[in-house]
């Protein structure tokens, strides 16, 4: 089960890590401020996963050391120096009888809700420029030549543009 979990999060890594990639070569030439935030996901992408990979390393690093307890364990602190440094003083409160919590991901919440919220801001400024887009072209062709055949009557030439779609 073990690998399968690693190899899941090794997947969902190289899935997301992709998409970044994807999305940075579909705009690099074309939208500069896109090309911006994306980078800025990225680089809080890789902090997160940083984060999640040390994370994973302490608690497997944990796991080998409960499993490795010596039988005639004098000092808690000759077995403590085994585990990793932010694991020691948490590990020795609790087998001391205190109610201390084992140190988890710190930073990753905080990033996956800055995440959602560029994903949307970036869905929020694509759908501004496109309704931007679409009210420009809809006045280019209310202000259009007198070329129309209904540009005679004022009274068409307000349902023109929503007769053509």
């Not at 899935?15 to 911006?36: N, Q």
């Not at 890789?46 to 010596?70: C, F, K, N, S, W």
């Not at 948490?90 to 919590?101: D, I, N, S, Y």
Request: proline residues 6%; charged residues 15%; hydrophobic residues 50%.
């Amino acid at each position: 089960m073990n690998r399968l979990n690693r190899h899941s999060f090794l997947i969902a890594f190289g899935l997301g890590a992709l998409a970044v990639l994807w999305v940075a070569a579909a705009v690099a030439s074309s939208h500069f401020l896109v090309l911006v935030m994306t980078a800025v996901i990225a680089a809080v992408y890789v902090l997160g996963a940083q984060e999640l990979r040390h994370y994973r390393q302490a608690t497997a690093a944990l796991q080998q050391a409960l499993a490795d307890i010596p039988q005639e364990l004098v000092h808690l602190g000759d077995w403590l120096i085994t585990l990793p440094a932010s694991l020691q003083n948490p590990v020795r409160q609790r087998v001391e009888g205190e109610r201390a919590a084992l140190p988890g991901p710190s930073l990753t919440p905080y990033l996956v809700g800055l995440l959602v919220m560029l994903g949307m801001l970036g869905t929020f400024l694509g759908m501004w420029s496109h309704s931007m887009a679409r009210s420009s072209r809809s006045k280019a062709r209310t202000t259009s030549p007198v070329s129309e055949p209904h540009s005679q009557n004022p009274s068409k030439v307000w349902a023109w543009p929503l007769a053509r779609r």
